[in-house]
């Protein structure tokens, strides 16, 4: 190898010692290019797609509860019936509004958070149906039979909305948790560039020593 150097011409030497810099250089740059797009990207979609995410599934988990306490309300406060009616009227469409968003910003390859979703739809349904026959008994003055829907049936289907709520939560934050946890991956690859950056430093003294 030293032969072949000390019989190099100068001019040779120095256009490959360069090149090997540059090829080096190119690597080192292209790597910290696309670790910063990637690093950027997971960032936004941390903030734009997984925070409403959350923030929509967190609120529909909320208006599932607030909706079960107003039907329960009607039994125990019958004079406020048709108040509570209109509340869980709002909760409702502030359901539907939250759940819409959360369906446009789920992306097709996340399969488990559209099975949930799907769950999530077809339970709270089921629980709003059977409130809604259960209000209707009581608005109709047959609290016995209302009671005994909402005993039998309405409590249990507004259980499995509560869970169908709950585990869509659960899994927007770990969705958020592995996106965050990817950002600093891609962080933590400044290490590579650096020890890129010191290689390519030895390298520039290696070839100085090789042509002086």
């Given amino acids: 190898m030293g032969g072949i150097l000390q019989n190099m011409k100068i001019g040779r030497k120095l256009v490959l010692g360069f090149g090997a810099?540059?090829?080096?250089?190119?690597?080192?740059?292209?790597?910290?290019?696309?670790?910063?797009?990637?690093l950027h990207n997971d960032l936004v979609k941390i903030v734009e797609v997984n925070n409403k995410r959350q923030t929509s599934a967190t609120v529909m988990a909320a208006i599932v509860r607030e909706d079960a306490?107003?039907?329960?309300?009607?039994?125990?406060?019958?004079?406020?019936?048709?108040?509570?009616?209109?509340?869980?009227?709002?909760?409702?469409?502030?359901?539907?509004?939250?759940?819409?968003?959360?369906?446009?910003?789920?992306?097709?390859?996340?399969a488990k958070g559209?099975?949930?979703?799907?769950?999530?739809?077809?339970?709270?349904?089921?629980?709003?149906?059977?409130?809604?026959?259960?209000?209707?008994?009581?608005?109709?003055?047959?609290?016995?039979?209302?009671?005994a829907m909402y005993e039998k049936e309405s409590r249990a289907a507004v259980r499995q909305a509560i869970q169908a709520t709950e585990d869509l939560v659960k899994h927007q934050q770990m969705r958020s948790e592995m996106q965050?946890?990817?950002?600093?991956?891609y962080q933590d690859t400044r290490l590579l560039k650096i020890s890129l950056g010191f290689a390519t430093f030895l390298l520039v003294v290696i070839i100085a020593m090789l042509l002086f």
């Avoid at 090829?23 to 990637?38: N, S």
């Avoid at 009616?85 to 992306?107: G, H, L, V």
């Avoid at 979703?117 to 409130?131: D, F, G, H, I, Q």
């Fill in 21 to 38: 810099i540059l090829v080096v250089m190119a690597v080192l740059v292209r790597a910290a290019i696309l670790d910063m797009i990637t």
């Fill in 69 to 110: 306490i107003a039907v329960r309300n009607c039994f125990l406060e019958t004079e406020r019936t048709e108040e509570m009616i209109k509340r869980i009227n709002d909760y409702n469409a502030k359901f539907d509004e939250a759940f819409m968003e959360i369906e446009q910003i789920t992306s097709s390859d996340d």
């Fill in 114 to 147: 559209r099975n949930l979703l799907l769950l999530v739809k077809e339970s709270w349904t089921a629980s709003r149906a059977l409130n809604d026959r259960t209000l209707a008994l009581l608005t109709a003055g047959r609290q016995h039979e209302a009671f």
């Fill in 180 to 185: 965050y946890d990817t950002a600093r991956y």
